[in-house]
């Protein structure tokens, strides 16, 4: 069974605060991915890894970056904390050439204030 | 960039009345895929497919790939409660030989008994 783990499922934090989202996989995908959810705009794709030390950025990665340093663990950072970020925010992995399915987190509802 | 979009936004049904969401794709998709969210969870994977004009079922559920692959639908016959959540679509698209999944805005269905 995929596990993939947030590390927190509530977080408020105060803007200009340093925020660091992770995620571990126990899969050994290559693919993880960081969305956010927000209510009438669905998932939209932050960054994306596929592999170690290397990233791509999704559909709306200002003021976010990540950082993959091992496979299993794939992290998503906010530099500086604005209310505008307030969000859900949701990892998925999947395999390499990713013609199945992406498995997600239990999803990290971050309140900046 | 790629935009999946979908409609209604919202749809209310009462308790064995028929659903169906529609899923429509800016750019022609490699694969389709379908996740259903349920209150306060994350999505789950429901099914992908593949190829132009391809149909498959699942016990009440029905989902099809447009010919164009651009688009593609869910259509739930006789609703339960239990079908209650947000349905999203996910338009895969290769990008440098790694496969990226573009959600679509999702249609969040509720059940009137």
């Known amino acids: 069974d995929v596990k993939v783990t947030q590390s927190s499922r509530y977080l408020v934090k105060r803007t200009g605060e340093k925020v660091f989202l992770e995620c571990v996989q126990d899969?050994?995908?290559?693919?993880m991915f960081w969305y956010r959810q927000d209510p009438g705009l669905g998932l939209r794709l932050i960054y994306f890894?596929?592999?170690?030390?290397?990233?791509e950025k999704g559909d709306i990665p200002e003021g976010y970056s990540v950082s993959r340093e091992k496979k299993e663990r794939f992290s998503l950072i906010l530099e500086s904390a604005s209310t505008n970020q307030t969000s859900m925010y949701l990892c998925a992995t999947g395999q390499l050439l990713m013609n199945t399915e992406a498995f997600f987190g239990q999803g990290t509802r971050l309140t900046v204030v | 960039g790629q935009q999946v979009m979908q409609i209604p936004q919202y749809q209310h049904v009462q308790e064995g009345e028929d659903f169906t969401t529609y899923c429509n794709s800016s750019t022609t998709l490699s694969n389709i895929q379908w996740y259903k969210q349920r209150p306060g969870g994350h999505p789950v994977f429901l099914i992908q497919?593949?190829?132009?004009?391809e149909v498959k079922k699942q016990k009440r559920l029905t989902f099809q790939f447009g010919e164009a692959k651009k688009n593609s639908s869910l259509h739930i016959t006789a609703t339960q409660t239990t079908d209650v959540g947000t349905y999203f679509c996910a338009g895969g698209r290769t990008n440098f030989g790694n496969e990226k999944l573009t959600f679509g805005t999702g249609t969040r269905l509720t059940i009137i008994p």
């Open positions: 497919l593949v190829k132009s004009g």
């Open positions: 890894s596929y592999d170690v030390k290397m990233k």
């Open positions: 899969m050994d995908h290559e693919n």
